[in-house]
């Protein structure tokens, strides 16, 4: 894949006029017509940003010099979306490719990569899990994977969720007795004693040599058929050990099968729900209301329905259900691993050709893009487009209630002090015990919803003693200061990604407490020169929140509102990181410290046992031969841990 050099048109306030900047050429002047027409006549991909440079539209062209005029031609009928849009461009700038082929996967790759915001995107980033037979190995092993790997192994799938992958390999466990673990064999035979799986006979221990290689491997070869969907025989062989298990009277043994085979009987009757003559094919219908559009896609791997998916799809008001598919499909089979023979879908799309082309290059083989005309086929394409319509429906009311939770509970809380535009919230806390190991937290919250990716710890290094004042001050100098040296470094372009990521500051900053944590606050903006506005969360005699401060006036809130209800949820989550940090760190130095009091134990061993045992008081109650287990440890060592707790209980009932 080749690209050329980049044009940046830039449209003046006008309308009427643009500047271009290509390869170091100076800023000149130009009519806009004929600009446009210096467009080249080739495939490539177009970037639309508004005044902000943000990219607000990425879309790719058969012929560029064809395409970014239409936008710009008033006699051209568009829908209210695109309009709106075509009003906020303030520049854009274009990559021509060799094909549109490559345009195609260009534009994926973008849209993926910026989100903009008038192009149909699909809300769910869902990967498919497979199951990976490591048929390589002399006793080899079955493995979720969330990934198709080019290796030695075999994979099964994907399967269309974590739940029926974890099934479908416990199952095979169960039935066949295949190893769970992940030792080496048959290097490390013998080594250790065989796991709770030989125990309860859900393992023939090879690990102890107890089935041959061979043998081994003629079960999991069964194994591997169950999973390519072959049960005839694995009902057969159940059924034949259950009835001998209760000849013996073996009651708990044949139960236990019986219940296998009612497990591997309902496997088989999802997967055989219709036959479409041993081909893989997706599926795929779409439902629209309004700005939502829910897709539902059917699953069909050699001719078994084996299982469906709902996708939300927002920025599609306007469009038309082809549009819309035309969009998922692109965006979906960019990001999964496994692409079937066949592709059906409801409606015909302009791009099928080119997306089959695509698809096949990516497969290996060659994909077809169909609608369903007739038949069994049609007939399943109705059933998907009344899924779809049905999770719309259902779902229509709860986005509704969850919006209100969160962005319209931000909004509510901006109507209180009179604020606009505000996504990004951030908050803080200081948690200590007397002023020991004091730490900070900060918690982001974007549109009403906790972005968890953001959170922030602080160790307070400055502050000696409870002093909560100085402890923010610290914090929060701290993380601007931090964020100020990111955005001069990416503006010298010396980004790296050890600086972090506090280069993005909120639009609000909420402190727990009133006057005094907002005056802390404000004081360390103005020392930086920055201008975001602060306010309060101000708790009463009660420490119940009952109000806001915010620009020295307290501000009395509704107590049965969403953003009341906002309020608290940040309250709570900033005390909660804050808190779970502070106890951490307790409990890390309370181990530290009572296990470097142990003679004989060093470093190594300190940590064997935490490794071996997690937490003190597994340590603590556990006996000499336990205490041996872990690497590092030996009998005048283990003897010397017991010891010392005993010693530590005689002295407290003392």
């Known amino acids: 894949m080749s690209f050329f050099p980049v044009r940046v048109i830039m449209v003046d306030k006008d309308g009427s006029y643009f500047r271009t900047f290509c390869l170091g050429e100076e800023i000149v002047l130009f009519d806009l017509e004929e600009e446009l027409k210096k467009l080249p006549a080739k495939p490539g991909v177009y970037l639309m940003h508004d005044k902000r440079d943000a990219i607000i539209y990425v879309g790719k062209a058969i012929s560029l010099k064809n395409r970014v005029r239409q936008y710009f031609q008033s006699s051209r009928r568009v829908s209210p979306k695109i309009q709106k849009m075509i009003s906020q461009i303030d520049h854009f700038e274009y990559i021509i490719t060799d094909s549109e082929v490559e345009a195609l996967v260009l534009e994926n790759n973008l849209i993926k990569e910026h989100m903009p915001k008038y192009n149909t995107m699909l809300k769910d980033d869902k990967t498919y899990p497979f199951v990976k037979a490591t048929v390589y190995e002399d006793f080899p092993r079955l493995i979720y994977s969330r990934e198709e790997k080019r290796d030695r192994s075999r994979y099964f799938g994907p399967f269309t969720s974590p739940a029926t992958a974890h099934n479908a390999i416990e199952m095979a466990q ?24 030989y125990h309860i006979k859900q393992c023939d221990a090879p690990c102890q040599a107890m089935i041959s290689k061979e043998e081994y491997r003629e079960n999991f070869n069964k194994a591997m058929k169950l999973l390519e969907g ?12 259950m009835q001998t298990a209760s000849e013996k009277m073996e009651f708990e043994d044949a139960a236990a099968y019986r219940d296998l085979i009612d497990s591997v009987k309902k496997v088989e009757i999802r997967q055989k729900v219709t036959d479409f003559g041993g081909v893989d094919r997706d599926i795929i219908a779409a439902a629209v209301a309004g700005d939502e559009a829910v897709v539902q896609v059917f699953f ?76 069994q086929k049609e007939r399943l394409m109705e059933l998907a487009h009344k899924n779809a319509a049905l999770v719309l429906t259902q779902d229509s009311e709860k986005i509704k209630r969850e919006e209100q939770r969160t962005a319209g509970a931000m909004k509510e809380i901006c109507g209180w002090i009179g604020l606009s535009g505000v996504s990004r919230i951030e908050s803080y806390d200081i948690s200590n015990i007397n002023g020991f ?105 009660r420490h119940r929140t009952r109000g806001l401060y915010f620009k020295d006036e307290e501000i009395p809130v509704e107590l049965h509102s969403e953003g009341f209800y906002l309020m608290t949820r940040i309250q709570d989550e900033v005390h909660r990181f804050a808190i779970e940090y502070h106890r ?62 005993r010693n530590k209980e005689n002295e407290k009932m003392k």
């Open 174 to 197: 169960k039935v066949y007795h295949i190893r769970t673990c992940n030792r080496v064999l048959p290097r490390d035979t013998g080594k250790v004693r065989p796991c709770l799986n």
């Open 230 to 241: 072959d049960y005839k025989e694995v009902i057969q062989v159940l059924t034949e050990k």
């Open 300 to 375: 069909v791997r050699e001719g078994k329905l084996i299982g469906r998916d709902h996708f939300h799809l927002n920025g599609v008001d306007g469009e038309e259900p082809p549009e819309i598919l035309q969009s998922f499909v692109k965006q979906f089979y960019a990001g999964t691993p496994f692409i079937p023979r066949e592709i059906m879908v409801e409606y015909e799309i302009q791009d099928s050709a080119l997306i089959g082309e695509w698809l096949s290059g990516k497969r290996g083989g060659r994909v077809s893009v169909l609608v369903p005309k007739k038949g």
């Open 437 to 541: 190991q004091s730490v900070g937290s900060m918690v982001v919250f974007e549109d009403g919803k906790p972005k968890k990716s953001d959170y922030r710890k602080f160790r307070i290094k400055t502050v000696q003693g409870p002093d909560d004042y100085a402890s923010m001050q610290e914090v929060l100098t701290r993380r601007f200061r931090h964020g100020l040296e990111e955005k001069k470094a990416l503006e010298e372009k010396e980004w790296n990604e050890e600086l972090g990521s506090f280069t993005r500051f909120p639009d609000l900053i909420m402190m727990d407490g009133g006057k005094g944590q907002v005056h802390v606050a404000e004081q360390v903006l103005s020392e930086l020169q920055i201008d975001i506005p602060v306010c309060g969360m101000v708790k009463d005699d």
């Open 584 to 645: 951490s760190l307790r409990s890390k130095a309370q181990v530290r410290s009572i296990l470097e009091d142990i003679p004989g134990i060093g470093e190594k061993r300190r940590k064997a046992l935490m490794r071996y045992f997690k937490s003190l008081e597994k340590i603590r109650e556990a006996t000499v031969e336990e205490l041996m287990v872990p690497e590092e440890m030996n009998e005048k060592a283990a003897e010397s841990v017991y010891r010392f707790f």
